[in-house]
């Protein structure tokens, strides 16, 4: 089991950039692919962005590429979404997710990712 709780979600204006950060419990953090997904009101939850063990992979939705990159820090059993150039359409809640596979697929969906947290809100306006 790994718990996530994330933070830095807030209220920026367009063209703005923001940090999330999610930390993760547990021993095996390391062990984890984790990721990110989120949800705009009246939307479905869509896959955001993916990194490997290492961070050595990264994967990330066409419509965040170029503006935001993820990374980890294993030691301090966290990963990272960094958001720039953000735009009004970005504007939903942000959830890490932790995937224990040992298979490297980045597509997904939302029921392939047995551990969530509870989200933070990120609202960009015009």
């Known amino acids: 089991q790994v718990q996530l709780v994330e933070s830095g979600g807030g209220l920026v204006q367009a063209g703005d950039s923001l940090r999330l950060s999610c930390v993760a419990s547990?021993?095996?953090?390391?062990?984890?692919?984790m990721g990110w997904f989120r949800q705009a009101p009246g939307k479905e939850r869509e896959f955001v962005a993916l990194i490997s063990w290492t961070g050595g992979r990264t994967a990330y939705a066409d419509s965040v590429k170029g503006r935001f990159d993820i990374s980890r820090d294993n030691a301090k059993n966290t990963v990272y979404l960094q958001m720039n150039s953000l735009k009004p359409e970005d504007t939903a809640a942000y959830y890490c997710v932790a995937d224990p596979s040992s298979r490297w697929s980045p597509f997904k969906g939302t029921s392939d990712y047995p551990f969530w947290g509870r989200g933070t809100q990120v609202t960009v306006s015009s």
């Open positions: 547990g021993r095996t953090f390391s062990s984890y692919y």
